[in-house]
């Protein structure tokens, strides 16, 4: 079972790039989660998807774009990197069905720096 | 709003000693659940126990149990013979009743584990 997989895993970005971080599950959860941890911290939540097609803002979402186009993928877009985007970035997905007791599942998190 | 609060930023435990990671949470949701996730250094983040409010009982996963007290809206998680590989940061989350299932993670609990 692959599960939740991210790519890259760890990246180095200069101010002003843009990037996508990859996510892809094959578990067929309509519910997916982009979080950020910055060091030392918790994690917070930057946009989630409750089904292809439909996205939603978290609690940081400046500075980030999501599309959610098939049930599997759920890309997290930098446009214009900052240094405050500098983060680890974990993707999570849950199954729709199930109460507040589901399990959500996460990936390995990507590391971004950006210089 | 939905809060959670962990308000020990490093703790130290001896091998084979119990140890107690403290929660503390609000929400105005009557309905809600309580998660302790764990994140050794490798950076994964690993579910570990799960509680709900109108669970009778606290709940106990092995080693790991969690002292849920519900009028102080609290929810500690108590770690029994604490080994070396429990060294790690421990993150309390919290998810309410609402359909998108998101989870608000507490700044987490850094734990180290001596010999």
């Known amino acids: 079972n692959a599960g939740v997989t991210q790519t890259p895993k760890f990246r180095i970005l200069k101010i002003g790039q843009s990037m996508t971080l990859q996510c892809a599950q094959d578990?067929?959860?309509?519910?997916m989660y982009w979080y950020r941890q910055d060091p030392g911290m918790g994690l917070k939540l930057i946009y989630y998807?409750?089904?292809?097609?439909?996205?939603d803002k978290g609690e940081v979402p400046n500075g980030y774009n999501v599309s959610r186009s098939t049930t599997e993928d759920f890309p997290l877009r930098l446009e214009l990197a900052a240094p405050s985007q500098t983060s680890v970035y974990f993707c999570?997905?849950?199954?729709?069905?199930?109460?507040?007791?589901?399990?959500?599942?996460f990936g390995q998190g990507t590391r971004l720096t950006v210089v | 709003a939905q809060k959670i609060t962990q308000t020990q930023p490093g703790m130290f435990v001896q091998e084979k000693e119990a140890v107690t990671l403290d929660c503390t949470y609000d929400?105005?949701?009557?309905?809600?659940?309580l998660f302790w996730y764990k994140q050794p250094s490798s950076g994964e983040m690993i579910f570990l126990i799960y509680?709900?409010?109108?669970?009778?009982q606290n709940a106990t996963e092995g080693r790991y149990s969690l002292n849920f007290q519900k009028a102080r809206k609290s929810a500690n998680l108590v770690i029994s013979a604490s080994q070396l590989g429990d060294s790690a940061m421990y993150f309390c989350?919290?998810?309410?009743?609402?359909?998108?299932?998101?989870?608000?993670f507490g700044q987490g609990t850094t734990l180290q584990v001596k010999p």
């Open positions: 999570a997905s849950r199954p729709d069905a199930g109460g507040l007791n589901t399990e959500a599942f």
């Open positions: 578990m067929n959860h309509n519910y």
């Open positions: 998807s409750v089904g292809a097609g439909i996205t």
């Open positions: 929400t105005s949701d009557p309905s809600y659940g």
């Open positions: 509680q709900g409010s109108y669970d009778q």
């Open positions: 989350a919290m998810r309410e009743s609402s359909n998108t299932g998101k989870l608000i």
